[in-house]
């Protein structure tokens, strides 16, 4: 299974991107998904996560009510709809697969088996 995420960008705070994770391959096995980022000198952390079967979602704090995650089971492809972007969002954004049906482990990056690449945003004041 490759994991190819897209739409990354350089913004101007309060603007909108659309971040786009393209699945190929045999992705029976993936419970979630879920979308992570790295900020220069920091940890990769959680930013949304989506369960496949019920679409069910859960969300940092600090994106909550800003950053909107969906999924199309059909071209499975897993979108982070991000608006009303802040300085501090930028980092590189990571889409990621996950196998674990535990609900919490939505929020581990060590619970995601496969990675994308990685797609940088950018946000300035």
């Known amino acids: 299974v490759q994991l190819q995420a897209s739409g990354g960008g350089m913004v101007q705070a309060g603007a909108s991107l659309r971040l786009s994770c393209a699945a190929s391959?045999?992705?029976?096995?993936?419970?979630?998904m879920g979308w992570f980022r790295q900020a220069p000198g920091k940890e990769r952390e959680f930013v949304a996560g989506?369960?496949?079967?019920?679409?069910?979602?859960a969300y940092s704090d600090s994106v909550k009510g800003r950053f909107t995650i969906s999924r199309e089971n059909a071209k499975n492809t897993v979108a982070l709809q991000m608006n009303i972007l802040k300085p501090e969002d930028t980092a590189v954004y990571y889409c990621?697969?996950?196998?674990?049906?535990?609900?919490?482990?939505?929020?581990?990056?060590?619970?995601?088996?496969?990675w994308g690449q990685g797609t940088q945003v950018t946000v300035s004041s």
């Open positions: 391959g045999d992705t029976s096995s993936h419970f979630f």
């Open positions: 989506i369960r496949v079967s019920s679409r069910s979602t």
């Open positions: 990621a697969a996950s196998d674990r049906i535990i609900w919490s482990s939505i929020y581990n990056p060590q619970a995601y088996g496969q």
